[in-house]
Nanobody
Framework: VQLQAYGGGLVQAGGSLRLSCAAS????????MGWFRQAPGKERELVAA????????YYADSVKGRFTISRDNAKNTVYLQMNTLKPEDTAVYYC????????????????WGKGTQVTVSS
């Protein structure tokens, strides 16, 4: 599986961005998907995750109520809608795919995409 994330950019605090991650292959629907982020000097953290069917989602406390993860298995794409962005959301965002039912952390992730930079100005 190859993952390509896009949609990052520079936005003012309070603004919105939507990240997309397109996956290659015909087995996209068998993978749980997750979005991670890594700010300079910090560890990579799980922001949001979604089960292979889309029926179960997870959000980090820091983004609950502001971010929404979704997926379109027909388009082999997972999305991260980010609203009410804050300067502390500034990071490189990575999408990931895993054959386990759920993604709960960075350890053991099967596939990583290249990151996309999100910068939120104050």
């Amino acid at each position: 599986v190859q993952l390509q994330a896009y949609g990052g950019g520079l936005v003012q605090a309070g603004g919105s961005l939507r990240l997309s991650c397109a996956a290659s292959g015909r087995t996209f629907g068998r993978y749980a998907m997750g979005w991670f982020r890594q700010a300079p000097g910090k560890e990579r953290e799980l922001v949001a995750a979604i089960s292979y069917s889309g029926g179960s989602t997870y959000y980090a406390d820091s983004v609950k109520g502001r971010f929404t993860i979704s997926r379109d298995n027909a388009k082999n794409t997972v999305y991260l809608q980010m609203n009410t962005l804050k300067p502390e959301d500034t990071a490189v965002y990575y999408c990931s795919a895993d054959r386990r039912p759920y993604i709960s952390g960075a350890t053991g992730i099967d596939y990583w995409g290249k990151g996309t930079q999100v910068t939120v100005s104050s």
